[in-house]
């Protein structure tokens, strides 16, 4: 039997470790993976990449492929789009709190470019996602 391996990671109340970011597939539907050291979810440092490949009927866990480096340019991308989202996200609840330019329709408009930002951050990974697995032939 092969090795598996969930994707879930370890984490407890948010501390512990996760697997962030899916690159570099192939037609046999593996992908490289890395798993982080995070807390509150937020990635704070990779510790180690891995091809995997999903085993059928059950999400969460993964056939183990091959245990790899830090792929650093996967790590890179996972740190932008954390330190991308989440101060758009904060600025969201901050302005929405504070009212910095309340009842105007300047900060109305403030306010839906913000949100929609974040809506198209938020999908951004999984639009990348679908890219790489079409050019993959998966």
Request: glycine content about 8%; overall charge positive; hydrophobic content about 50%.
């Amino acid at each position: 039997m092969a090795n598996t391996i969930s994707r879930t990671g370890i984490t407890v109340n948010g501390i512990g470790t996760t697997f962030y970011g899916q690159a570099r597939f192939r037609r046999d539907g593996s992908f490289v993976t890395t798993k982080w050291f995070v807390i509150c979810w937020f990635p704070f440092f990779p510790m180690k990449s891995y091809r995997l490949r999903y085993i059928e009927g059950d999400e969460n866990s993964c056939e183990l492929l091959e245990e790899l480096p830090v792929d650093r340019v996967q790590a890179i991308k996972v740190w932008a789009y954390a330190f991308t989202i989440v101060p758009c996200v904060s600025f969201i609840l901050v302005t929405s709190v504070v009212a910095i330019i309340p009842n105007t329709v300047l900060g109305y408009v403030l306010a839906t470019v913000f949100v929609l930002l974040t809506m198209a951050l938020g999908y951004l990974p999984g639009l990348l996602r679908l890219r790489a697995k079409f050019r993959a032939g998966g």
